[in-house]
């Protein structure tokens, strides 16, 4: 009895440092081809406060950490990303950060993935 109880136990230990490991308690994320463990793997490899996981035709996914300050951080983040690329923030408005260059808008769309990471949608950028 004591075989099975300890056999059991640490299979139930290997499954846990599996998912530990692989980050398989994450949500999935609303792209392919990026699983949750590589998407937060190139954030935390990286010395950038926002770092992009995909492209999806014409849409560049990025993520970015909320630093426990919620969406305000990630907005700041955001905001030093397309400023750099010459557009010039206009408003917020919802889950949408708007910029203009040129007479054309932008529109960068955020989503909380987790409480700690949020999922930056910018197309055509």
Do not use: C, H
């Amino acid at each position: 009895m004591k075989k099975i109880l300890l056999l059991f136990g640490a299979l139930i230990a290997i499954i846990a440092v599996y998912v530990f490991a692989n980050k398989l308690y994450y949500p999935p994320l609303p792209i392919t081809g990026v699983s949750p463990k590589e998407a937060i793997d190139r954030l935390s490899e990286s010395d950038r406060k926002i770092v992009q996981i995909a492209e999806e035709g014409n849409v560049l996914w990025f993520i970015t950490k909320t630093e426990n300050k919620g969406i305000i951080i990630a907005d700041e983040n955001i905001k030093q990303l397309v400023t750099a690329k010459g557009w010039v923030f206009k408003e917020k408005d919802g889950a949408g950060l708007f910029f203009e260059k040129g007479g054309e808008t932008l529109i960068a769309t955020t989503q909380m993935w987790t409480i700690n990471y949020v999922l930056v949608q910018i197309p055509g950028f």
